[in-house]
């Protein structure tokens, strides 16, 4: 069984549209996280989640904006995509939000905005 | 916030040879260390942390790093690389007591045959 899936894969789109990436775990964490990797493999964090509250929000346009239904997912909605979103997405979860904890990543949603 | 500087962005090295991967990072009082590894088309897996205690720290597959707290630095070292090695491998320091972790830009390394 994955620990941390993220759909879609890849995500091919124009500029403008609206999208939306899940992701889910099944490790029993309380925390989840999004990352963005950008072409030089730059890895950023964006956001955080510990059971369901925002605790961390980066500087990141408000354009892109989490949500978390339950511990088990955390979903990224991106409006009006623009050519600098494009990058690999990262999901990743641990037990808790300290820093101290192991990451696990998802596979990654490469996201190609054109 | 931490900062940090992988110093080689590409590391060639032919199989069974050693390598030795630098970080460094901005002072502070006190930090965690990591270093993950991405292989190709994957998500990033821990390969080895610093919190506390011996500063050097070994990984299951044969990788060490070491912790200088007088030189901010956690190099990463395997003494004899196999093909299988190849992929990226990110350095990561935290703030102890922080929720956030900052990646270092990543080095690439190569093993040849």
């Known amino acids: 069984d994955t620990a941390v899936s993220q759909t879609p894969k890849y995500l091919v789109t124009q500029m403008g549209n609206d999208k939306s990436i899940k992701c889910e775990q099944n490790?029993?964490?309380?925390?989840m996280y999004w990352y963005k990797q950008d072409s030089k493999k730059f890895l950023k964090i964006m956001f955080s989640?510990?059971?369901?509250?925002?605790?961390i929000n980066e500087t990141v346009p408000n354009r892109f904006s989490p949500k978390s239904p339950d511990k088990a997912h955390l979903n990224l909605h991106i409006n009006s995509l623009e050519l600098g979103d494009s990058a690999v997405y990262f999901c990743?979860?641990?037990?808790?939000?300290?820093?101290?904890?192991?990451?696990?990543f998802g596979p990654g949603t490469r996201l190609t905005v054109l | 916030a931490q900062s940090v500087t992988q110093l080689d962005s590409q590391v060639p090295v032919f199989e069974e040879a050693p390598v030795e991967l630098r970080c460094n990072y901005s002072?502070?009082?006190?930090?965690?260390l990591f270093w993950y590894v991405q292989y190709p088309n994957q998500g990033l897996q821990l390969l080895l942390k610093?919190?506390?205690?011996?500063?050097l720290v070994e990984s299951i597959n044969g990788f060490e790093a070491e912790f200088n707290k007088s030189q901010t630095s956690f190099h990463l070292r395997k003494p004899s690389v196999h093909i299988s090695d190849t992929a990226e491998y990110f350095c990561?320091?935290?703030?102890?007591?922080?929720?956030?972790?900052?990646f270092g830009a990543g080095t690439t390394v190569t093993v040849r045959a």
């Open positions: 990561a320091v935290s703030d102890q007591g922080d929720y956030k972790l900052s």
């Open positions: 989640y510990n059971n369901k509250e925002l605790i």
């Open positions: 610093y919190l506390s205690g011996s500063t």
């Open positions: 490790l029993g964490h309380d925390t």
């Open positions: 990743a979860s641990s037990e808790g939000p300290q820093s101290a904890n192991e990451q696990f």
């Open positions: 002072s502070s009082v006190s930090v965690y």
